[in-house]
């Protein structure tokens, strides 16, 4: 591998000619590049794509993205957006924006760059719709040139989001618990029976949410207005 020396680099530069070798993981340390579309080109960072791109940021220039500080030239971890030329940002910001959500859920450690917990931010907001046509320029809202731009650039942006976003693999989550939790249920039409108010009306656990009770089965007053499960 060019960049850490080790055995084991099965990523080639396609450049003719050019014999350097690299791993995967070790692109962005050695400031490679590879294309994630059409033939999966991958560049050595002698022969890496380039923008077009003939200044330097300003001076506390800021990632829009991060909000952190870009660097003060154009160079492989400082990118610009093709479409407006005022959109900087890191290479590493646009990345995590271009990921679907469901891929900040993993634990890793803190890449090199912009602050991590800041990078976990863009997962929330620019990235939750990277995976369709809405990844777009954060500035100009460029989408067509900015997306053609950034997989010439080597930025990673998935032709479809996660499947557990499109098959309810979380709804359950979402269910309010519904049933009496108490040792001995009084309610004649059973512990699913809820209704709005009265003995038979069913109290969460304040604490915990994850238990419920009828008013009757756990000899609560009238003027009660909350309850506490055993367990909390």
């Known amino acids: 591998c060019c960049v850490c020396g080790r055995n084991g680099?099965?990523?080639?530069?396609?450049?003719?000619?050019?014999?350097?070798?690299?791993?995967l993981p070790c692109?962005?340390?050695?400031?490679?590049?590879?294309?994630?579309?059409?033939?999966?080109?991958?560049?050595?960072?002698?022969?890496?794509?380039?923008?077009?791109?003939?200044?330097?940021?300003?001076?506390q220039t800021e990632c829009l993205?991060?909000?952190?500080?870009?660097?003060?030239?154009?160079?492989?971890?400082?990118?610009?957006?093709?479409?407006?030329?005022?959109a900087w940002f890191h290479r590493q910001c646009v990345q995590v924006g271009a990921l679907p959500i469901a891929q900040g859920h993993g634990r890793c450690s803190?890449?090199?760059?912009?602050?991590?917990?800041l990078l976990l931010f863009l997962l929330y907001t620019h990235a939750l719709h990277a995976a369709t046509s809405a990844?777009?320029?954060?500035?100009?809202?460029?989408?067509?040139?900015?997306?053609?731009?950034?997989?010439?650039?080597?930025?990673r942006i998935p032709r479809r989001p996660p499947a557990w976003e499109t098959a309810g693999a979380f709804e359950g989550l979402m269910a309010r618990h519904s049933r009496c939790d108490a040792s001995e249920c009084l309610c004649p039409a059973g512990r699913e029976q809820a209704e709005e108010e009265g003995?038979?009306?069913?109290?969460?656990?304040?604490?915990?949410a994850a238990e419920g009770t009828h008013r009757s089965c756990s000899n609560l007053r009238d003027s009660a207005d909350s309850w506490e499960c055993q367990d909390c």
């Open 110 to 117: 803190a890449p090199p760059g912009p602050p991590f917990m």
């Open 9 to 23: 680099a099965s990523v080639n530069c396609c450049v003719l000619g050019c014999e350097q070798r690299f791993h």
């Open 135 to 155: 990844f777009h320029c954060p500035l100009c809202r460029n989408k067509q040139e900015f997306r053609e731009e950034m997989l010439r650039m080597g930025i």
């Open 65 to 86: 993205f991060c909000f952190e500080v870009v660097g003060d030239r154009k160079s492989y971890q400082t990118m610009l957006c093709p479409a407006c030329q005022h």
């Open 199 to 208: 003995p038979w009306q069913l109290l969460l656990c304040s604490s915990c």
């Open 27 to 59: 692109a962005l340390q050695g400031e490679c590049i590879i294309q994630y579309f059409g033939s999966y080109r991958a560049f050595c960072s002698q022969h890496r794509p380039q923008q077009a791109v003939d200044r330097d940021p300003e001076p």
